[in-house]
Nanobody
Framework: QVRLVESGGGLVQAGGSLSLSCAASGFTFSSYVMGWFRQAPGKEREFVAVVSWSGGSTSYADSVRGRFTISRDNAKNTVYLQMNSLKPDDTAAYYC?????????????????WGQGTQVTVSS
């Protein structure tokens, strides 16, 4: 049974940092591209970052590049999202997802497996 469980969300002031984790189980984690997405109320789910199966390649949305860092630990079956210099516009539910696409997938439909999400709220 595939399971993705996010943690680390919370309330932070603008300019602060948060570190999200996503623990995976039930599939061969090291074979999957892992992505982070977010969804704010009334908005569509949007791509945030993605990391290759090896961790050697990453890609970011323009809105977070230079502030967020995605990484993974295949020995721990965990993917991380370090978020620095947070802004109120970063407020959303954050989801991790797993894809078998050969390239760095950026579209939600490319991900068959999703976590339940963790809320990040950035106050001004």
């Amino acid at each position: 049974q595939v399971r993705l469980v996010e943690s680390g969300g919370g309330l932070v002031q603008a300019g602060g940092s948060l570190s999200l984790s996503c623990a995976a189980s039930g599939f061969t984690f090291s074979s999957y591209v892992m992505g982070w997405f977010r969804q704010a109320p009334g908005k569509e789910r949007e791509f945030v970052a993605v990391v290759s199966w090896s961790g050697g390649s990453t890609s970011y949305a323009d809105s977070v590049r230079g502030r967020f860092t995605i990484s993974r630990d295949n020995a721990k079956n965990t993917v991380y999202l370090q978020m620095n210099s947070l802004k109120p516009d970063d407020t959303a539910a954050y989801y991790c997802a797993a894809s078998l696409r050969p390239a760095l997938a950026r579209l939600p439909y490319e991900y068959p497996y999703w976590g339940q999400g963790t809320q990040v709220t950035v106050s001004s």
